[in-house]
């Protein structure tokens, strides 16, 4: 293959996969709703999971996003240095997300501020947003998909709190966000928590975290129970699915953390909705690709 050519197979496998997690939610996230909805008594809740799971059905079926907003397209690589597309990675993304906003569609989200002109395409300054990792020594590329759409990224929240606040200080800082906006987010929410030293790491981590597989724990074990309890103590809100009350608020709570200046806590809060559309393509160096997220998900030329 000419290097044309491989430019347009890998922008194309990832138009098409963009597409695809927009129309079927990732395989941990089914699971986690319907383990939900098994463990639910409320039957006004149980109803409201239903209709999720037949949402999710006719989505399927008719190959239409599970959701009118299909949020702004986030990326998160850890590409090998060794990847023969590493070049031109930035550029077959951005033509992958014009792509499949045609295709599919995806509904043209992206405005850019102070013009307040939408792109009409998902592209514009910043738009996809791009989180790169490189590995050294590895002719490989790991890229993870994420539709952020509106309702839920409306109450991320990010802060620098006194260091005396301590995690109680981290735990109000999130409930308070919860109590406030999370029935406004369509729940059952993913949180995740970001735990730095300062507004930006904080809230980059927050992010990070929500590219985590649902249920995966912190392996810090102090953080890891603080992700059980935030959980509990989420869920005991009551807000349950879509805001109607219930047992459950939420997927999961995600941490993610990295060291603070002595004098600070910064944290921040991103949060997911229940169609947390996340996708994850790992390519060889042949553009031959798994997807742990999306194992249904093929690609004929
Ligand atoms: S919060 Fe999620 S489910 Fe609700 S409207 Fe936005 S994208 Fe759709």
Known sequence: MTLNE???????????????????????????????????DDPAAKSIYDMMFENMRLASELG???????????????????????????????????????????RPNAVETFDEINTGDNIGTGA????????????????????????????????????????????????????????NACPPLLVGVGIANSVDTAAQLSK???????????????????????EDGINAIGVGPQGMGGKFSVLGVHIENAVRHTATLGVGVSFSCWTHRRGDIVFDKDLSFTTSTHPGFTYEQ
């Open 128 to 183: 996809p947003s791009i989180s790169w990792n490189i590995i050294p020594a590895w002719n490989g590329c790991a890229i993870s998909t994420y539709l952020a759409g509106g309702g839920c990224s409306l109450p991320g929240h990010a802060a620098v709190l006194m260091p005396g606040e301590g995690y109680e200080g981290v735990v109000r800082f999130v409930l308070d966000r919860i109590a406030e906006y999370g029935q």
């Open 6 to 40: 491989q430019v347009e197979k890998m922008t194309d496998i990832m138009a098409s996969f963009i597409g695809y997690t927009a129309i079927h939610l990732p395989d941990d996230v089914v699971s986690k709703l319907r383990e939900l909805r098994d463990a639910e």
């Open 64 to 106: 239409r996003p599970s959701c009118q907003d299909t949020g702004l397209v986030q990326f998160r690589i850890d590409c090998g240095s060794r990847f023969p597309l590493l070049e031109q990675l930035q550029a077959i993304l951005v033509t992958a997300v014009r792509q499949a906003t045609e295709k599919t569609p995806l």
């Open 208 to 230: 990070k975290a929500l590219f985590r597989s649902v249920g995966s724990r912190n392996p810090n074990e102090k953080a890891a129970k603080m992700e059980q309890l935030l």
